[in-house]
């Protein structure tokens, strides 16, 4: 089993930026794909960005592209399935909560219903 653990959501004026981090634990041994979500009151839950298991590969959200980056360093052994997104110029309509997700395999994907591990979630608000 694995368990993802959610860090530095908070409140923010819009232009700013906040910097999430998602912590694994468990079965760590192996490396997972691993991704971003979010989900707004009233709203499906939607496709931030993702990362493959060697860093090499990563997507986003055309919403998000050119604002937000997704990162990790499996060179550090005790940051491994440690995954960071950078989120610059915030806006109103990033405002929600933001979950981290893995998935088994090495190849990241865009679709939710392909990730095994979910974390709790963290709350991401921009005021305007």
């Known amino acids: 089993q694995v368990q993802l653990v959610e860090s530095g959501g908070g409140l923010v004026q819009a232009g700013g930026s906040l910097r999430l981090s998602c912590a694994a634990s468990?079965?760590?041994?192996?490396?997972?794909?691993m991704g971003w979500f979010r989900q707004a009151p009233g709203k499906e839950r939607e496709f931030v960005a993702a990362?493959?298991?060697?860093?090499?590969?990563?997507?986003?959200?055309?919403s998000v592209k050119g604002r937000f980056t997704i990162s990790r360093d499996n060179a550090k052994n005790n940051a491994v399935n440690t995954v960071e997104l950078q989120m610059n110029d915030l806006k109103p309509g990033d405002t929600a909560v933001y979950y981290c997700?893995?998935?088994?395999?090495?190849?990241?994907?865009?679709?939710?219903?392909?990730?095994?591990?979910w974390g709790q979630g963290t709350q991401v608000t921009v005021s305007s």
């Open positions: 990362i493959s298991s060697n860093g090499g590969s990563t997507y986003y959200a055309d």
């Open positions: 468990g079965r760590t041994f192996i490396i997972y794909p």
């Open positions: 997700a893995a998935k088994l395999g090495t190849i990241a994907t865009i679709a939710s219903s392909t990730y095994n591990y």
